[in-house]
């Protein structure tokens, strides 16, 4: 507590400094560096860096007219705005700040946005130019996010030539998002090499792109390829079991709602392709756990197509790491109304933030109560609903619905020799260890060589 409190003053120490150096050293300066002033920048601030968003903005908010010059302010006020999905006010602001020739990287990002959103191309260009050069001096993005966007301007010109121009600019050392750009651009122009880009990114074998499975089916939905799409998407949901946007889409067609999958997403709309290249950013900042900036970009992402949906988990997961539980929950409930997969998969991860908010009880009564309006529940509702009782050692209940999983579930599928261990581990909780030697050998006889089933036994024996 201590190193908290004496990391604050000292923070408040730094602000003081940076207003009285600038006050200092320009001696015309009409800026209001009021006690006020420093005091609400300062409150901002905190409030920014302990991601409580709304008091942030009443705090910037409040100093905006003081003609504060330092682009710390400037940065953070335009991040707050892009949280809140204030987008009107963060593009006035870049642009006020634009006319007084204070731009910088993110005043040219949300410029060339607004103008592209407009679909004013020719002012977009000059702006997302102009990010390239800022760009240079930002490591991360050096090169990338400026020749991503400069060639998405071209392509909506219809300038095929420029728009891969660009596109071959981006450096090396963004390979793996060169390569789903490529992809989407093959895709806005139709071209020949489409579906084999597709293909390219779905088969790597060092990385997983599984989320890409679906693009590629929706590409063939698009043209009317229905059966290849249908085929696509059965095998993807199989090999990856838990990639929730798979199995909705499985679910999509199985019922015949094929218009559910192409109205998410159309590689013909430049817009759309945008949105993904700013979901993979927001992705990638939310992995190394800076989740304000992994927001700030899939904001971005839901302006550019704010029909897919599916998206809102990674906000939900944010808001939840974060802290912010009422957020969290807020941005769950958004995506149950995408269809029955991801309201199950939201309705357990709102059962979690009820056992953190509330109790216990609370949670299994919730999730209960939502597993009982599913009109024909399949095995991985069984087996889902079952680790949630064990997670929270409920063995006896959770024994029960692992049982009616492995009954409703196809033969040799992959997730049997996982059921049985799961379901012989809770046994073993409640002493039943003839039972669960059983589940835990028959596992082992399915896939030989698990190192926690061979350590489990090994241990119980």
């Known amino acids: 507590m201590k190193e908290f409190i004496k990391k604050i003053y ?7 400094i940076l207003f009285i150096n600038t006050k200092v050293l320009s001696k015309e300066s009409k800026n209001d560096y009021s006690s006020d002033t420093i005091s609400s920048y300062f409150s901002g601030t905190v409030s920014f860096n302990n991601y409580n968003t709304e008091n942030a903005y009443r705090y910037l908010e409040k100093i905006k007219e003081k003609k504060i010059t330092h682009n710390n302010y400037n ?3 335009i991040h707050t705005l892009v949280l809140l999905k204030k987008f009107d006010q963060a593009f006035a602001f870049s642009k006020k700040l634009q006319e007084k020739n204070n731009s910088f990287f993110e005043t040219n990002l949300l410029l060339g946005i607004h103008s592209f959103i407009k679909e004013d191309y020719i002012q977009a260009e000059k702006y997302f130019i102009s990010l390239n050069k800022v760009s240079q001096r930002n490591l991360l993005y050096k090169g990338f996010l400026g020749n991503i966007l400069l060639s998405w301007v071209n392509a909506a010109k219809n300038n095929k030539e420029e728009s891969f121009n660009y596109y071959g600019r981006i450096n090396h050392q963004y390979y793996n998002l060169k390569r789903i750009q490529n992809t989407f651009l093959q895709c806005y122009f139709d071209t020949s090499k489409t579906e084999l880009s597709f293909q390219k990114l779905i088969n790597d074998k060092e990385y997983i792109f599984s989320r890409y499975n679906f693009f590629l089916a929706n590409y063939l939905l698009h043209k009317d390829k229905n059966q290849k799409a249908k085929e696509i998407i059965f095998h993807s949901s199989e090999t990856y079991s838990s990639n929730v946007l798979l199995k909705q889409m499985k ?15 159309n590689c013909k709309n430049p817009k759309d392709s945008i949105a993904e290249i700013f979901y993979v950013m927001a992705n990638i900042y939310s992995t190394n756990k800076n989740y304000q900036l992994s927001n700030f970009y899939l904001n971005l992402s839901l302006l550019f197509n704010n029909k897919f949906l599916p998206n809102k988990i990674l906000q939900a997961e944010n808001f939840y790491y974060q802290k912010k539980l009422e957020l969290a929950r807020k941005a769950y409930e958004s995506i149950k109304s995408i269809g029955q997969i991801y309201s199950w998969y939201a309705s357990i991860h709102l059962a979690i933030i009820l056992e953190n908010a509330v109790d216990e009880k609370a949670s299994i009564s919730y999730l209960v109560k939502e597993f009982k309006k599913i009109k024909k529940p399949n095995f991985e509702n069984y087996y889902e609903l079952a680790n949630f009782f064990k997670d929270n050692k409920s063995y006896k209940k959770s024994i029960k619905y692992y049982s009616l999983a492995l009954k409703n579930i196809e033969k040799e599928h992959t997730l049997i020799p996982e059921i049985l261990e799961r379901r012989g581990t809770s046994l073993e909780k409640l002493g039943r260890w003839d039972e669960a030697e059983k589940d835990l050998l028959e596992s082992l006889k399915i896939l030989p060589d698990q190192p926690y089933v061979l350590n489990y036994l090994a241990y119980s024996w």
């Open 75 to 77: 940065i953070k006020y």
């Open 10 to 16: 000292l923070a408040f120490f730094f602000v003081i």
């Open 251 to 265: 679910n999509f067609i199985s019922d015949g709602e094929v218009n559910k999958i192409t109205k998410l997403f």
